[in-house]
T-cell receptor
Framework: GENVEQHPSTLSVQEGDSAVIKCTYS??????FPWYKQELGKRPQLIID?????GEKKDQRIAVTLNKTAKHFSLHITETQPEDSAVYFC??????????FGSGTQLTVLP | GAVVSQHPSWVICKSGTSVKIECRSL??????MFWYRQFPKQSLMLMAT?????????EQGVEKDKFLINHASLTLSTLTVTSAHPEDSSFYIC??????????FGDGTRLSIL
């Protein structure tokens, strides 16, 4: 089955700086890569996703890059704000119906 | 759009009782629903995949007789934890999807077994 590794497990950045979270996956047939944000005690919310036919996708301050050859993808958050503080999960799968989640990254944005 | 409602949000009960958790897709028809378990500060662990009108597919190590899943309609799936014990205490969270759409999660249910 799919194995997803996520790093780092914790990340602290100063407000306004950028944050980068990286994930690797093992199944070369995976072609769907979403990122979820989960605030304490709340539901995971989809913030961005990418499919394997593109290498990069951007939505305002959030971007995701995908390297299919190396089997890794990354989340980039620019101009971080305190409200970006949360746990971020990457996931990988052959479709949205077959996802394996990473272990999560606790992002703290320091004011 | 894509709102998933989960009830109850918190339940405390005695050891040995059964607990039912509901997951509803409010504004779309979910062909597939998923049930996850999440321990504190850990990732989402898939328990089972549920397709409307058919039996759920359980992940390895998940007892299907203990965690009963019913997906009777395109908008409702239920998870029943039977004869719950303290080790079943956890955060249970559902998600729903339809063809070519992302998974959308419910708010989760915090289950505490005394």
């Amino acid at each position: 089955g799919e194995n997803v590794e996520q790093h780092p497990s914790t990340l602290s950045v100063q407000e306004g700086d950028s944050a980068v979270i990286k994930c690797t996956y093992s199944d070369s047939a995976s072609n769907y890569f979403p990122w979820y944000k989960q605030e304490l005690g709340k539901r995971p919310q989809l913030i961005i996703d990418i499919r394997s036919n593109v290498g990069e996708k951007k939505d305002q301050r959030i971007a995701v890059t995908l390297n299919k050859t190396a089997k890794h993808f990354s989340l980039h958050i620019t101009e971080t704000q305190p409200e970006d503080s949360a746990v971020y999960f990457c996931a990988s799968g052959r479709s949205a119906r077959q996802l394996t989640f990473g272990s999560g990254t606790q992002l703290t944005v320091l004011p | 759009g894509a709102v998933v409602s989960q009830h109850p949000s918190w339940v405390i009960c005695k050891s040995g009782t059964s607990v039912k958790i509901e997951c509803r897709s409010l504004d779309f028809q979910a062909t597939t629903m998923f049930w996850y378990r999440q321990f504190p500060k850990q990732s989402l662990m898939l328990m089972a995949t549920s397709n409307e009108g058919s039996k759920a597919t359980y992940e390895q190590g998940v007892e299907k007789d203990k965690f009963l899943i019913n997906h009777a309609s395109l908008t409702l799936s239920t998870l029943t934890v039977t004869s719950a014990h303290p080790e079943d205490s956890s955060f249970y969270i559902c998600s729903a999807t339809r063809v070519s759409q992302p998974q959308h999660f419910g708010d989760g249910t915090r289950l505490s077994i005394l």
